[in-house]
């Protein structure tokens, strides 16, 4: 550190005192917003009682709207396919390449005619294990008696 003729010090260090505000505010926004936010296509699905599937990892979903629309892909930016192009797409995905597993999510408006032309698609793809997404019933429904 040199010393100016008026005796004084130039101080050289960098005060990160306002970086970390800065950045415990972010945080923070991160931290409020992150759950908010709704990944994926918006399916109205099908409630049934079944059991759960554990997975490791996240796996390839294929949603289909009532609108009959085809997304492909796990984040919050599905790809849009159009079912004539759908086994193409599925063969060229090397997730599906390797490990011949797809997830399904229809909405319960579906014809059931269009959800097998769909399968269909996924089984010609190469696709050998096709799992269904549906949500549980509401639990007034599970305890009711018959």
Do not use: C
Request: glycine share 8%; aromatic share 4%; net charge negative.
């Amino acid at each position: 550190m040199g010393i100016s003729g008026s005796g004084r010090q130039t101080l050289t260090e960098i005060n990160v005192t306002p970086l970390v505000d800065v950045m415990l505010v972010l945080l923070i926004i991160f931290m409020v917003t992150a759950p908010l936010i709704q990944q994926g296509v918006e399916v109205n699905l099908p409630e049934v009682k079944a059991q759960a599937v554990k997975a490791d990892e996240q796996k390839l979903v294929l949603s289909v709207r009532a609108d009959k629309t085809l997304w492909l892909g796990t984040d919050d930016r599905p790809a849009q396919v159009l079912l004539p192009d759908l086994e193409e797409k599925l063969r060229a995905n090397a997730r599906v390449s390797r490990d011949h597993e797809l997830y399904l999510m229809a909405d319960r408006a579906l014809p059931y005619g269009y959800v097998v032309e769909v399968m269909a698609a996924v089984q010609r793809a190469g696709v050998t294990n096709l799992g269904m997404i549906t949500n549980p019933p509401p639990p007034s429904a599970e305890g009711g008696g018959r």
